[in-house]
C-alpha cells in the first residue's frame, strides 16, 4: 500500500499529521541510478577525493575540457552497464584532438542495447594500487555493510567468485555509525603505507556518510586508486539512491536523467504505475508485485510470453487502469491484455469501470482476457454485462485464454 | 490457537481518522476484530466507527488495553509509529504502509528486535487467523478456519494462494504477510518457529520471491528444526536481473536471489514446490487433505 504526501509538502510543514490520501496520480519512483559522472560530483562534495573529471554531451565539449585539463584523460561513456571497457566506451586520450576522436566514437555507440549520450571527460591518474571498496545493506544482518577488496579493478562479482578469502567485510553498527577506528581496521587491510591507511580511513567514513546522509542502498568505489604521489584517489563511482527515501532527498531527484531508460518505463512510471518491458507479447495489468510476478511466471509456464510486469498498486482508479492499458495497448508487440486482479484493497468495480473507460477513449481491437475477483465483485460483473468483456473464473484459465490468444495471431 | 492474534487481540489502528484507516477499522470489525481504538495526533476525543481516538499509543493502551496496533500511516510517519508503539509495549505491531526507507528500517530494526514487541512489516498485507482475528487488509471472506499456516512475502499473491486452498477444503490457521522490503521485522524463521510450536498448524506454507537470501536460510532452518510438512512458493521465475520487480527486495542484483536458487534450496531441504499456486495447493491437499 502506497500513501502519498500532499503535492510538495514536507514533513514539518504539514499541520499535525498527514493522513493516507491514497493518490496515485503521482510519479511513483521505481529506481534511481546516478550515472558515474552525478556520483563524482556527489563524491566530491561529500570530501571524497576525486579526479578533474566532467561530463560532455558532444565531442567538441570533451575536445575542450581536455583543454582545461591539459593532461591525458580518459573519456568514458556514461550508461547503467557493466562492460563499457570491453564494449570501447572508455578510451584514452593525450591531446584535446585525440580527446575529441573518442567521445565521437563513443557518443551514440550502443552498449548492451543502452545507446551512450554522454560521456565523461576525466583526468588519467598514473595508478599504483587498484582498490574495490562499498557501502551497501547487508540484507542477512539487516546493517550497512562495508566491503572493500585489494583486488580491485574487476566487478564484484567476479571477485567474489575467483577470490572470496580477499573480500573483506565490515558490518556497521547503524545507531553508532562508522567510527574512525571501524574504517581504519578495513583500510590497514588494503594498504602497507601508514599515510595511505590514514587517507582511505577518512575517505571510507565520508563515503559512509554518503551513503546515510543521502539515503543511499549502494556507494561504490571501483577502483579506488592510490597513485604515484601516495594520493587515495576514486577513480570511479556507483551511487543508487533508494527512491523510498526521495521524499526527504529533495535536492537528489535533480540527478534524475531518464536518458537511457526504457521509453515505455519511463511513461509508467510518470503516471504512476509500477512497469517493468519484458519482451514477449501478451501484456499484463495485476494489483500486487507477487501476483504480478506469479502471472508473468504463469503465462511462460504456459508456453506463453509475457510483455510486461504492471503492478497496479494497493489501490485503484478509474483513471489509473485507464493509463496502465493506454500504455500496454500502446506497445505493438502486444496481442492480447490479461488483466488479473484479486482485488482486496482494490476495487472490481473501479477496474470495470476503467477498462470500458479504456474502450471509449484508446482505438484498439487487441482483446481482453479479464480476470476480476474480490471486493465489488458483484458491482464488476453487473457493469460488463452485456459488454464482449467475458470474466474468466480463475487465473489459470485467464492465463490460459491469453496464451491461446498470442498464439492463434 | 492459531498464531501471533486470536479472539482475544485487542486492535487499535494508528491512522484511523485516514481514509484507508477507517476502511480497514470497519472491515476489521465486520470481521469480528476486536479494534478498541484508534490514534491520530491532534484528533483525540473524536470518533471512528463508534471508537475512541487518541493523541498517543500511551494513552490508547491506558484507556483500552490494546494489546496490538496497526499502523496506516503515510511512509513518512510510519517509523515514527513503530517507536511509539513500542514505547506504549504494544505486543504485536503490523505496518502496513508500504515505501518506509531502508536506513531508517535499519535503525528501527536492531531497537525492535531488542523491545517486548514483535513487528510485522512494514509493507505487508498484514496477519490473519481465519474466524478468529485479522489486522491488515485482506478479504477476510476468501479464508476458510484450518490447518495450514502460510508466512509470505507478498500480499494478493498470498489471497491467490488462500483462496485455492480454501476452495478445495483446506482451511488456513494463519497467514503472515512479513513484507516486501529487504529489511522486515520479522522474518521466515520467526513465523516458521510460532506455526513449529502451534498445535493448530499441521503444514506450513512459504510464499518467497526473488531477492535476498531469506528463502535459502529458511529452507536450512526448515530441514535442522521442522517436522511439520513444509510447502513453497516462489514469485519470479520470468524476472530480468536488476529490475526492481515493485517489492523494494524484489530484485535479482549480481545473479544473487533468483527464482531457480531458491526453488533448488527448498527441493533440497525436503520442501515441496508448487510451480503455480494451483499445483501448490494441490500438493498441499494430496499430503494434509
Known sequence: MCFSL???ARMGEIDGFAFPNESLDEPR??????????????????????????????????????AE??????IKA??????????????????????????????????????????????????????????????????????????????IEQIAAETPEKIIKYIVDPIAGLRSFEARKVTAQLFENQKAVGKAANLLVNLYHLFINGDCSLVEINPLVLDADGNVIAAD??????????????????????IDEDPNEVRARELGLNYVSLD?????????????MATVD??????????????????????????ALDIILGNPKVKTVLVNILAGITRCDDIANGILEARKQIQSDKPIVLRLAGTNEEAAQALLEGTDIQITPSMREGVQTAVEIAKSK | MSIIIDKETRVIVQGITGREGTFHAQQMLQYGTKVVGGVTPGKKGENVEGLPVFDFVSEAVEATDANATMILVPAPFAPDAIYEAMEAGIQTIVCITEGLPVLAMSQVYPRVRASKSRLIGPNTMGVISPGKCKIGIMPGHIHEPGNVGIASRSGTLTYEIVQNLSRRGIGQSSAVGIGGDPIVGSGFIDILELYKEDPETDAVIIVGEIGGTDEEIAADWVQANMKKPVFGYIAGRAAPEGKRMGHAGAIISGGKGTAKDKIE??????????????ELAEKVKSTIG
Open chain 1, 6 to 8: 500532499d503535492n510538495g
Open chain 1, 29 to 66: 519512483e521505481v529506481e534511481m541510478k546516478l550515472y558515474e559522472y552525478q556520483a563524482m560530483e556527489l563524491f566530491a562534495r561529500s570530501g571524497i577525493p576525486t579526479p578533474f573529471s566532467r561530463v560532455a554531451s558532444s565531442p567538441e565539449e570533451a575536445r575542450q575540457l581536455t
Open chain 1, 69 to 74: 585539463v591539459g593532461k591525458k584523460v580518459v
Open chain 1, 78 to 155: 556514461q550508461v547503467h552497464m557493466g562492460g563499457r571497457g570491453k564494449a570501447g566506451g572508455v578510451k584514452l586520450a593525450e591531446t584535446p584532438d585525440e580527446a575529441e576522436k573518442a567521445a565521437e566514437a563513443i557518443l551514440g555507440m550502443q552498449i548492451k542495447g543502452l545507446t551512450v549520450h554522454k560521456v565523461l571527460v576525466a583526468e588519467a591518474i598514473d595508478i599504483k594500487n587498484e582498490i574495490y571498496l562499498s557501502v551497501t545493506i547487508d540484507r542477512v544482518s539487516k546493517r550497512p555493510i562495508v566491503m572493500a577488496s585489494a583486488a580491485g579493478g574487476v566487478e
Open chain 1, 237 to 258: 563511482g556507483k551511487v543508487d539512491i533508494d527512491d523510498n527515501a526521495l521524499y526527504r532527498q529533495p535536492e537528489l531527484l535533480k540527478y534524475r536523467e531518464a
Open chain 1, 280 to 292: 514477449g507479447d501478451i501484456g499484463c495489468i495485476v494489483n500486487g508485485a507477487g501476483l504480478a
Open chain 1, 298 to 323: 504463469w503465462i511462460q509456464l504456459f508456453g506463453g510470453s509475457p510483455a510486461n510486469f504492471l503492478d497496479l498498486g494497493g489501490s485503484s482508479s478509474v483513471a489509473k487502469m485507464v493509463r
Open chain 2, 265 to 278: 534450496a527448498f527441493e533440497a531441504h525436503g520442501i515441496q514446490v508448487g510451480a503455480n499456486p494451483e
